[in-house]
């Protein structure tokens, strides 16, 4: 059966880049990245039925300042679940306007930088999107990589709250303390040069049907100089010491960010934060295993060094050595965003 297509008009908006699905059987990949850039905005005439009035999708992010830019993907529910509509938004502000085809859609959002579309070129199905990584080579605290995905259903109901979610854990350092009463060596300090994650998920698949999965790691029992010179922000995953750490409770929060862990293979241990240093002049390590670790979760830890540590960074926290208070809270707080279409 042919599909029935509203008409409508056509006016610029730069803001807003748009691509139907229709239109790339007509086209040879040289021109197919061309199009993508074009601006575009399609606003299709509509009655006054509920049927017909436009749906509005109230994006959600996790940060006051908003991404670059959104790619939104519009698939068909039914069969391989092939791409309907593409589009790009950008500079987002305000209200910003979107198009479909008709009928029930599964919509997926991803956060991305402006202007780069020519990554989803092969995506053709949901199937294919779903293969989508994101790594933290691309991550920045700051701004993380987000992505969400709805069902949109056809017919009355025209509204709905889509999150757009970081996939990223936060570890949060609030307060160390080091006291040795009671050992042979109380007298010393802790003298600490550096932190980092061990175990770390580096690559993430946030579409993934088991509701997002890690598929690689990074600082496997130490750490990794060439993986973490490739990373836009190192310090996600490895920072400088406190120096001396003393029984007087030192106040100086230090955050270290790594995907969620809750999906990793039997044999990769849980994400560890390395406290490395030296005891009276000997090498001194405390390898803390965190608990699995949820994507948007920020885990607050007061950590307190009751004995001397390992000799090794792969080597876990003895029972004893170290006490450590953790809160869990959300990340940040939301902003809200609305798309028309």
């Not at 197919?32 to 994006?59: E, G, H, K, M, Y």
């Not at 996790?62 to 593409?86: C, K, M, N, W």
């Not at 830890?301 to 953790?326: C, N, W």
Request: charged letters at 20%.
């Amino acid at each position: 059966m042919k599909r029935e297509l509203k008409t409508g008009r056509t006016s610029t908006n730069p803001r807003s880049n748009f691509f139907p699905r229709n239109s790339a059987r007509c086209l040879s990949a040289a021109l197919f990245p061309a199009l993508l850039l074009a601006p575009a905005f399609f606003s299709c005439t509509q009655d006054v039925t509920d049927a017909q009035a436009p749906r509005r999708i109230n994006i959600v992010w996790q940060r006051p300042t908003p991404p670059e830019s959104i790619h939104l993907f519009y698939f068909d529910t039914l069969g391989v679940q092939a791409l309907d509509t593409y589009q790009q938004l950008n500079a987002l502000v305000g209200q910003n306007h979107a198009i479909s085809g008709t009928g029930v859609k599964r919509l997926v959002a991803l956060s991305g930088i402006s202007g780069n579309s020519v990554e989803w070129q092969e995506v053709a199905t949901y199937g294919n999107l779903c293969k989508h990584v994101f790594s933290l080579e691309r991550e920045d605290a700051a701004q993380p990589l987000l992505a969400g995905q709805a069902l949109l259903e056809d017919g009355a109901s025209r509204a709905l709250t889509l999150p757009l979610k970081t996939m990223l854990s936060a570890i949060k350092i609030r307060s160390v303390a080091c006291d040795f009463s009671g050992r042979t060596y109380e007298a010393e300090d802790y003298d600490n040069f550096s932190l980092f994650l061990s175990y770390a998920a580096s690559e993430y698949l946030p579409l993934d049907p088991q509701g997002g999965r890690a598929v690689s790691w990074m600082n496997l029992g130490d750490v990794d100089s060439v993986s973490v010179g490739k990373l836009k922000c190192p310090e996600m995953v490895l920072q400088q010491g406190y120096g001396r750490i003393r029984k007087q409770r030192r106040l100086e929060e230090k955050t270290f960010y790594c995907y969620a862990n809750t999906q990793r293979p039997e044999d990769m241990p849980l994400t560890r934060l390395v406290m490395a240093g030296r005891v009276a002049g000997k090498s001194c390590y405390y390898a803390i295993e965190l608990p699995p670790l949820l994507p948007g979760v920020c885990y607050q830890l007061d950590i307190t060094l009751k004995r001397m540590g390992t000799d090794s960074p792969d080597i876990p926290a003895r029972s004893g050595s170290v006490e450590i208070q953790t809160q869990t809270m959300p990340w940040e707080e939301r902003a809200h965003y609305t798309v028309t279409y």
